[in-house]
Each structure stands twice: as structure tokens, then as C-alpha cells.
T-cell receptor, first 113, second 112 residues
Framework: EPEVTQTPSHQVTQMGQEVILRCVPI?????FYWYRQILGQKVEFLVS??????SEKSEIFDDQFSVERPDGSNFTLKIRSTKLEDSAMYFC?????WGHGYTFGSGTRLTVV | SQQGEEDPQALSIQEGENATMNCSYK?????LQWYRQNSGRGLVHLIL?????REKHSGRLRVTLDTSKKSSSLLITASRAADTASYFC????????????FGQGTRLTINP
């Protein structure tokens, strides 16, 4: 069964450093998403991406965040200057079309120290 | 916001029993989805029910949707130890980029 692949599985970074989280969505999917889950809390929407542009973003997704689909297969989330409160699990997801269940990756655990 | 909120927050039952989890939400939806998350792992899609459907089955899972009450339930029959996980409902909006809004989840523990 097709999978969404995320790398790395765990990243530790110092506060203020830039991090890039990588995702390879399912190849024929058209909509791509980033979500995050702070330990013990609910899964929160960050951003959606369609047709090579952001289609929606949440209040969390401020100027420190950016997304890119540089080569038609990878989908990246960049945090420019990490803060302690950015520590969370970050999940990438993709869907073929609206009204379908999402396929989530297994996540990247980001720890900012 | 159209948050999905699960009830109960935690549920512990014996293997073989049925587990029922409930979800409530606030605004009109296109669909409602249930996901499972094993500890520290990714989210696995279980089942999607559309706003014009009232009930859906998938294996040992049964989902109901009552749009008049803005609520849904997930029933897992004949539970197994492997069903131990957190279960989340998530609502998909009528319009927009189909972002999902997740509830807090129900932590289900199946005791052998």
C-alpha cells in the first residue's frame, strides 16, 4: 500500500536554528498538508498546499514557517528560527481529492533545546 | 470553530468487549473521519462517513453520524489487545482546502 514518507524521524535542534522537515507524499496525490501535535495535545492543522501554492494556513503558520515542493515529489516544511514551543510531532499528509481519507506519514519528532 | 470533541477521554475495557467512542462537532461538515494513533506513531485512517450517510461499517468498526445533533460514534466490536491506541475524530469542512479539525481523542486500553 502506498505510503507517505517523512524524514528524519527525530530531530533535535538548538533554539534559533533553522530546520527542514521532509516528506514524500503519495505520487498521484494532489493535496498536501502539514499538521503538528504537541505532546499530549490534539493534532493541529498548519498548512495545506495545492497546485504549487499554499491554499490555506492556520494562525500557527506565521512568517517563521514556509513550505515548498521543489521537485514534484518532495514536500518540505521549513522553520526559520526555531523556538522551544515548536517542539512537537510534525505530520505530513496527502490526499488524492476532497472527500477521501488522508494518508499520514509516521511523523518527525522535533525537539528544540 | 468546527472542533471535534471526543468522549470519553479515556476508556478501559476487557478484551472481547465492545468499545464505543463519541464525537461532537460544532459546524456543518462535508465528512467526518476517524483515525487511530498508536503511542508516538502516525495517524492511521480508519473510516470516513459523508454528511449524507448515517451509518458505515468496516470490519469490526461501525460509525454513525447524526448531523442534526452534530455527533458521531465509533464502535469497535470484539475488541483485541492490538486495538489499544488513541482514537480521533476529525471533521472535513464543506468548503475550503479540506483541512481536518481534530478532537482531543479517546485513549482506549484493551486489557487482556
Amino acid at each position: 500500500e502506498p505510503e507517505v514518507t517523512q524524514t528524519p524521524s527525530h530531530q533535535v535542534t538548538q533554539m534559533g536554528q533553522e530546520v527542514i522537515l521532509r516528506c514524500v507524499p503519495i505520487s498521484n496525490h494532489l493535496y498536501f498538508y502539514w499538521y503538528r501535535q504537541i505532546l499530549g495535545q490534539k493534532v493541529e492543522f498548519l498548512v495545506s498546499f495545492y497546485n504549487n501554492e499554499i491554499s490555506e494556513k492556520s494562525e500557527i503558520f506565521d512568517d517563521q514557517f514556509s513550505v515548498e515542493r521543489p521537485d514534484g515529489s518532495n514536500f518540505t516544511l521549513k522553520i526559520r528560527s526555531t523556538k522551544l514551543e515548536d517542539s512537537a510531532m510534525y505530520f505530513c499528509a496527502s490526499i488524492l481529492d476532497w472527500g477521501h481519507g488522508y494518508t499520514f506519514g509516521s511523523g518527525t519528532r522535533l525537539t528544540v533545546v | 470553530s468546527q472542533q471535534g470533541e471526543e468522549d470519553p477521554q479515556a476508556l478501559s475495557i476487557q478484551e472481547g468487549e465492545n468499545a464505543t467512542m463519541n464525537c461532537s462537532y460544532k459546524t456543518s461538515i462535508n465528512n467526518l473521519q476517524w483515525y487511530r494513533q498508536n503511542s508516538g506513531r502516525g495517524l492511521v485512517h480508519l473510516i470516513l462517513i459523508r454528511s449524507n450517510e448515517r451509518e458505515k461499517h468496516s470490519g469490526r468498526l461501525r460509525v454513525t453520524l447524526d448531523t442534526s445533533k452534530k455527533s458521531s460514534s465509533l464502535l469497535i466490536t470484539a475488541s483485541r489487545a492490538a486495538d489499544t491506541a488513541s482514537y480521533f475524530c476529525a471533521t472535513g469542512p464543506i468548503q475550503g482546502a479540506q483541512k481536518l479539525v481534530f478532537g482531543q481523542g479517546t485513549r482506549l486500553t484493551i486489557n487482556p
